[in-house]
């Protein structure tokens, strides 16, 4: 029986989660805004529909990994008014939970079921399946979806009720944030103290101070060269702005989280937006006088 998925959104995260679903030996139904992006997808075998309703109106499961909420309420709008038989909407993107509950409403009332499944990973990690699916909404249809998340992540975990797993993505994302920076501080600290970077790579690895953000970024900032983005700066902004919002809303003091935004702020200021949020690195050298970091 042939498994059909639509993927709505074919950027860094969708794109590779197309690529990998096709690999896993689904059909792969795709759209996208960008015309550059959806050519690009076309050559690696996704078939391009002309918009999201047209994906819908063959694929009885899609997933959508959006930029922007605007893009969300937009898709959510256009497929509930389009008369089309129950679908399931698996919604990847990291977005403030009164987005996200506005737009399963929307789709809810058109008789389809959304469920609110963000990632923990890269772009990097998404090419490698290497994803964390947290996956929140109607037990069913996440025990439906399984196979799908096979597909492309490593793991997914049915984590409640709808919204849940917004809210497990932020407490992740809060320690990505500091895990980042912190990482940017022991490089150039190493730098500066006339280290070799790369080495201190394999021997922080091999210690109590690593993590997987370090395991990913260090190598980065060892090399002062930040593209291709696994994740831009530029929309980095947006996912701190959701998660401060978040800690505000259940006033949960955040010192750490804190402490890293006139840093991450800072790469825009410094036209790094869009490379890696590894290029705080760059920021922070700048700040220790190290003329690589210029």
């Known amino acids: 029986m042939e498994r059909i998925v639509g993927v709505i959104g074919l950027g860094i995260m969708g794109g590779a989660m197309a690529r990998n679903l096709r690999d896993a030996g689904w059909r792969v139904l795709g759209f996208d805004t960008d015309a550059a992006t959806r050519g690009a997808l076309a050559a690696d075998g996704i078939e391009i529909a002309a918009d999201a309703v047209a994906v819908a109106r063959t694929a009885p499961v899609l997933i959508t990994s959006l930029p922007k909420p605007v893009a969300l309420h937009a898709t959510a709008a256009a497929l509930a008014g389009a008369g089309l038989p129950p679908r399931i909407i698996v919604e990847t993107s990291t977005f403030a939970l009164t987005d996200k509950l506005a737009a399963e409403q929307v789709l809810r009332a058109a008789g389809h079921v959304a469920l609110d499944c963000p990632l923990s990973g890269t772009g990097a990690q998404a090419v490698n399946r290497d994803l964390v699916v947290y996956a929140s909404g109607d037990t069913a249809a996440i025990a439906q979806c399984r196979d799908l998340f096979a597909g492309f992540a490593k793991a997914a975990h049915d984590v409640g009720g709808f919204g849940n797993g917004s809210r497990m993505k932020f407490v992740a994302n809060l320690l990505v944030a500091?895990?980042?920076?912190?990482?940017?501080?022991?490089?150039?600290?190493?730098?500066?103290?006339?280290?070799?970077?790369?080495?201190?790579?394999?021997?922080?690895?091999?210690?109590?101070?690593?993590?997987?953000?370090?395991?990913?970024?260090?190598?980065?900032?060892?090399?002062?060269?930040?593209?291709?983005?696994?994740?831009?700066?530029?929309?980095?902004?947006?996912?701190?702005?959701?998660?401060?919002?978040f800690a505000t809303a259940l006033d949960v003091?955040?010192?750490?989280?804190?402490?890293?935004?006139?840093?991450?702020?800072?790469?825009?200021?410094?036209?790094?937006?869009?490379?890696?949020?590894?290029?705080?690195?760059?920021?922070?050298g700048r700040m220790a006088g190290l003329s690589r970091s210029g």
């Open 178 to 245: 500091i895990h980042n920076v912190a990482a940017a501080e022991a490089m150039v600290l190493a730098e500066k103290a006339g280290l070799d970077p790369h080495q201190v790579i394999g021997l922080v690895q091999g210690g109590a101070g690593n993590s997987r953000v370090f395991e990913l970024r260090a190598p980065m900032m060892a090399d002062g060269n930040y593209v291709p983005p696994t994740m831009r700066n530029s929309t980095w902004q947006k996912d701190m702005a959701v998660i401060g919002e």
């Open 253 to 284: 003091p955040t010192p750490l989280f804190s402490a890293t935004l006139p840093i991450y702020a800072a790469t825009l200021a410094q036209g790094l937006g869009g490379e890696d949020t590894a290029a705080v690195h760059a920021v922070i």
